[in-house]
C-alpha cells in the first residue's frame, strides 16, 4: 500500500514532486491543466513533466480529469467538450506516464439515468482507445442529482455498457459514505467490501480516494473533511485500511489541508494500516 495526496500545481508541476517530499507521499495524484478551464494540457508540457517526475523519482502519479468534465452531460455541446477534454488529457497522461487518469462517473438529466449511462460509456469508449499505458479509471460519485455511478451495483451497469475489462475503478470513501456505504463501522466495510465481490467489481479497482465525510451517512453531499475529523472517524478508516482489497492499492488524500496537516494526516494513515 502507497500513500499519497492530491497536491496543488499552483507553483508550476515541478513544485509537486517538492511538495510530495515535504509531506512524506509515496504516490501522488494531480491536475496537468487549469481544473477550471477547457483548453486543456498541452502534450509538450506533460512530456517534460513527466521526465522531470522521473528524474526525481518521488512514485507514481495519478492525474484526475479537471473540474468541467461532465461525460454525461445531456447537453450536446457540452458533452462534445468534455469528450474532447479527456481526449486531450489522456494523451498527455500517455507521454508523461501518468499511472492512472481518474474521471468521474459523469450525471445526466432527471429521470433519463440508461440515457445518461450511455453518454457516459461514448466517452470512456473514445478515451480507452487512447490509454495504452495509462489505466482509465471511473470515479464514483457521492449520490448527488443524476449521478450516472454512486453505487458499486450503478458501477457495475456502466461497466457493463462500455463493455471493456482494461476499465478501471476508483473508490472515495467520502462519497461512497454520502451514497449510503457505512464505512464508519466494521460491520458496513465488510458489507461494501462483500458487495464489490459479488458484482465482480474486485479486480477493477485500482485506486482509492481516502476523505473522510463532513456530512452524515447517506448525506449525498461531496464534502471531504481531514481524516478522523468526520462522520467516517478513525475506526472507519482502520477498518478500510486492513481490507486486503486496499494492501495493495495507492491510496490518495483529497481533504482540506495545508503541508502540515498533510504530512500529519498521511502519518494517521500509516498508524491506522499497521
Known amino acids: 500500500m502507497r500513500l499519497g495526496a492530491h497536491l496543488g500545481t499552483r507553483g508550476g508541476l515541478r513544485s509537486a514532486a517538492q511538495e510530495a517530499r515535504t509531506v512524506g507521499a509515496e504516490v501522488v495524484q494531480l491536475f496537468l491543466s487549469n481544473p477550471r478551464a477547457w483548453a486543456g494540457p498541452r502534450v509538450e508540457t506533460a512530456e517534460r513533466f513527466g521526465a522531470e517526475w522521473r528524474e526525481v523519482g518521488v512514485g507514481p502519479f495519478y492525474v484526475h480529469a479537471p473540474y468541467l ?25 500517455e507521454v508523461a506516464g501518468a499511472t492512472g487518469f481518474v474521471v468521474h462517473a459523469g450525471a445526466g438529466g432527471p429521470g433519463e439515468p440508461a440515457a445518461a449511462r450511455d453518454r457516459a460509456a461514448t466517452v470512456l469508449r473514445a478515451a480507452l482507445e487512447l490509454a495504452h499505458d495509462t489505466r482509465l479509471l471511473v470515479e464514483l460519485m457521492a449520490g448527488t442529482s443524476g449521478a450516472v455511478a454512486s453505487t458499486l451495483a450503478e458501477a457495475r451497469a456502466l461497466f457493463d455498457v462500455v463493455g471493456d475489462e482494461r476499465l478501471g475503478l476508483c473508490l472515495d470513501t467520502c462519497h461512497l459514505f454520502a451514497a449510503g456505504y457505512g464505512l464508519d463501522d466494521a460491520e458496513g466495510v465488510a458489507a461494501c467490501f462483500d458487495e464489490l ?13 481516502a476523505n473522510d465525510a463532513k456530512h452524515p451517512r447517506g448525506s449525498h453531499r461531496d464534502r ?51
Open 69 to 93: 468534465v461532465n461525460i454525461a452531460s445531456p447537453n450536446p455541446g457540452f458533452h462534445t467538450k468534455s469528450l474532447e477534454l479527456v481526449a486531450r488529457s489522456v494523451a498527455a497522461c
Open 224 to 274: 471531504h473533511e481531514r481524516i478522523g475529523e468526520g462522520h467516517i472517524g478513525a475506526e472507519g478508516f482502520g477498518e478500510v485500511l486492513h481490507r486486503p482489497e486496499v494492501r495493495d492499492l495507492d491510496l490518495v488524500l483529497e481533504t482540506p489541508a495545508d503541508l502540515e496537516q498533510r504530512t500529519r494526516e498521511l502519518a494517521m494513515l500509516r498508524r491506522l494500516a499497521t
Open 197 to 209: 465481490h459479488d458484482l465482480g467489481l474486485d479486480e477493477r479497482l485500482a485506486l482509492v480516494h
